[in-house]
């Protein structure tokens, strides 16, 4: 099975917590990496989860005068 990561969020409301557990392989993170480029990954893979579970978009506008 390889290396797998647990991404899971709770936040104050009962019940509304989540955990997914995913392969490095079904991530496309290559298990030889260095530990602080697989970290880099993750981190990133983590907020796009957590922003596709909670369905929120954004953006940031720079006004210049």
Do not use: R
């Not at 392989?25 to 579970?53: P, R, T, Y």
């Not at 954004?58 to 210049?64: A, D, L, M, R």
Request: glycine fraction near 10%; proline fraction near 0%.
């Amino acid at each position: 099975m390889g290396k797998t990561v647990t991404f899971s969020f709770n936040t104050e409301y009962e019940g509304s917590g989540e955990a997914e557990i995913f392969t490095f392989e079904k991530l496309g993170i290559d298990e030889n990496m260095d530990e602080k480029a697989v970290e880099k990954v993750l981190e990133k893979l983590f907020h796009a989860w957590v922003w596709n579970k909670f369905n929120i978009s954004g953006g940031i506008v720079i006004n210049e005068d």
